[in-house]
Structures are given as structure tokens and as C-alpha cells.
Nanobody
């Protein structure tokens, strides 16, 4: 079955960086685009970034453009999200997703001084 396992979250000060990873299994990873979303308490889940199956096309939400970078390793079945210049408003649970309605359990990112 499809499994997505996020890791790399934590507590970071404003202006800091974190790198999230998502390990995928149970499907042919290299055939699917992958996405990152986030959800802050009391808010709707928000699209963050997507990467094509080959990794040659990326799209970002305006809120993270220029600060976050999505990448993937099709040999290791992983997708990553490098987050720089973090702001308190980036605090949320972060999820990776594959088309078909599959989600990981999420990893918490807290940006606070």
C-alpha cells in the first residue's frame, strides 16, 4: 500500500532553515508528481509546492516562492522541501502528498523565538 513518511520538522528561530523529507513506498515513485502542503491550527490545508515526476518542473505558492525549494530523488523515492528564511507564519503541520488522495502523517514545523 501507499506510504508517505515525513520527517525533519522541529523548532527553529525566525530567519532559520529546515529541510523536510518524505519517504515514499508502495507505488512507482518516478511516475508521479509530488506535492507539499501545510496546515496551521484553525486554518485550511494550504498548497505549498509541487514537482513533476522527472523533477524538471516545480511550482510554488506565492507565500513561499523564493524561500522554499522542492526537490526529489527518484533513486531513493524521496521528496524534500528546503525551507529558508522561515517566518512565524510558516508554523504548521507539513504534509507530502501524491495524486490519488494519499497523505503522510505530517511533520510539525514551529518558527518562534
Amino acid at each position: 500500500q501507499v506510504q508517505l513518511v515525513e520527517s525533519g520538522g522541529g523548532l527553529v528561530q525566525p530567519g532559520g532553515s529546515l529541510r523536510l523529507s518524505c519517504a515514499a513506498s508502495g507505488f512507482t515513485f518516478s511516475q508521479y508528481a509530488m506535492r507539499w502542503y501545510r496546515q496551521a491550527p484553525g486554518k485550511e490545508r494550504e498548497f505549498i509546492a509541487t514537482i513533476s515526476n522527472a523533477g524538471d518542473t516545480t511550482t510554488y505558492a506565492d507565500s513561499v516562492k523564493g524561500r522554499f525549494t522542492i526537490s526529489r530523488d527518484n533513486d531513493k523515492n524521496t521528496v524534500s522541501l528546503q525551507m529558508n528564511s522561515l517566518k512565524p507564519e510558516d508554523t504548521a503541520m507539513y504534509y507530502c502528498s501524491v495524486p490519488g488522495g494519499y497523505w503522510g502523517q505530517g511533520t510539525q514545523v514551529t518558527v518562534s523565538s
